[in-house]
């Protein structure tokens, strides 16, 4: 199994920046891609970025390119997404997904595992 464990959330300002981290643990060999989505109150959860695991490729949601970031450090089984620039809207819990298969999908379903998520809240 994987265990995955978010971090780095928060309460910023607009405008502000926020880096969070997924730290994953177990059978980390059977991931192909990490993604991160996104719950806000009374909404889907939405995908937000997501890069492989071997690779350096990055997907980005719209509402989010230019302003966040994913990025991994192998050594240390780590996947973080910077956020910068951030707005009232990316107010949300901020999960962390691993997912076993191919392609890299924007899907949650796709995903099998999954962090409990860390709390984002942008205020204006």
């Known amino acids: 199994q994987v265990q995955l464990v978010e971090s780095g959330g928060g309460l910023v300002q607009a405008g502000g920046s926020l880096r969070l981290s997924c730290a994953a643990s177990g059978r980390t060999f059977s991931i192909y891609a990490m993604g991160w989505f996104r719950q806000a109150p009374g909404k889907e959860r939405e995908f937000v970025a997501a890069?492989?695991?071997?690779?350096?490729?990055?997907y980005l949601a719209d509402a989010v390119k230019g302003r966040f970031t994913i990025s991994r450090d192998n050594a240390k089984n780590t996947v973080y997404l910077q956020m910068n620039s951030l707005k009232p809207e990316d107010t949300a819990v901020y999960y962390c997904a691993a997912s076993p298969s191919w392609p890299v999908s924007f899907r949650p379903q796709d995903y099998a595992y999954w962090g409990q998520g860390t709390q984002v809240t942008v205020s204006s």
């Open positions: 890069i492989r695991w071997s690779g350096v490729t990055t």
